[in-house]
């Protein structure tokens, strides 16, 4: 079971490193006024999605 824990954890950890450099890309060096490193998975999750939006949007105003 430990085995399996760990698998998912580093799939997680693995995954966060890839939102971090996603972020990145898009120019966004923190969030909330956290840096992306200090950032849970879900946090990231997050971020890169309402970045997503953000540049996603028409206007990039509605918020």
């Known amino acids: ?4 824990f ?3 954890k580093l ?3 693995a995954k ?4 971090i450099k ?3 890309a898009l120019g ?4 909330e006024n956290h840096s992306l490193e200090d ?7 997050n971020a890169l999605s309402v970045a997503r939006i953000r540049i ?3 206007s990039n105003k509605w918020f």
């Open 11 to 13: 799939g997680k950890e």
């Open 16 to 19: 966060r490193q890839i939102m």
């Open 22 to 24: 996603d972020l990145y």
């Open 1 to 4: 079971m430990e085995v399996a």
């Open 6 to 8: 760990e698998k998912v």
């Open 39 to 45: 950032l849970d998975y879900y946090t990231l999750r």
């Open 56 to 58: 996603d949007s028409d």
């Open 28 to 31: 966004i060096t923190e969030y």
